[in-house]
Nanobody, 116 residues
Framework: QVQLVESGGGLVQAGGSLRLSCAASRSIFSLNVMGWYRQAPGKQRELVAAITSGGITSYADSVKGRFTISRDNAKNTVYLQMNLLKPEDTAVYYC??????????WGQGTQVTVSS
């Protein structure tokens, strides 16, 4: 079992930046994949970015070149650096952890609002 707590969301103008953090209640070293998802009102939850335990990253096409995911195993934390934010990035952002045993864990979400 692992609890995930997101922070760093807020209100920002278009073109601005935010850094989201996802703090885990235990070591994330053994968690195979950690990712950030988002869900906008009336839309399905979508994968934004993911990072494997080996540091391999992947991104949704809509955020490539603007967002960067990273993980600090020593701090049990995953980050999402978001630059050049657009109004369409407005959503609740969720942290997810996928373990080697097939279990998936979710945080409570953090709101990101980008004004035009």
């Amino acid at each position: 079992q692992v609890q995930l707590v997101e922070s760093g969301g807020g209100l920002v103008q278009a073109g601005g930046s935010l850094r989201l953090s996802c703090a885990a209640s235990r070591s994330i070293f053994s968690l195979n994949v950690m990712g950030w998802y988002r869900q906008a009102p009336g839309k399905q939850r979508e994968l934004v970015a993911a990072i494997t335990s080996g540091g391999i990253t992947s991104y949704a096409d809509s955020v490539k070149g603007r967002f960067t995911i990273s993980r600090d195993n020593a701090k049990n934390t995953v980050y999402l650096q978001m630059n050049l934010l657009k109004p369409e990035d407005t959503a609740v952002y969720y942290c997810n952890a996928f373990s080697g045993s097939g279990l998936s864990y979710w945080g409570q979400g953090t709101q990101v609002t980008v004004s035009s």
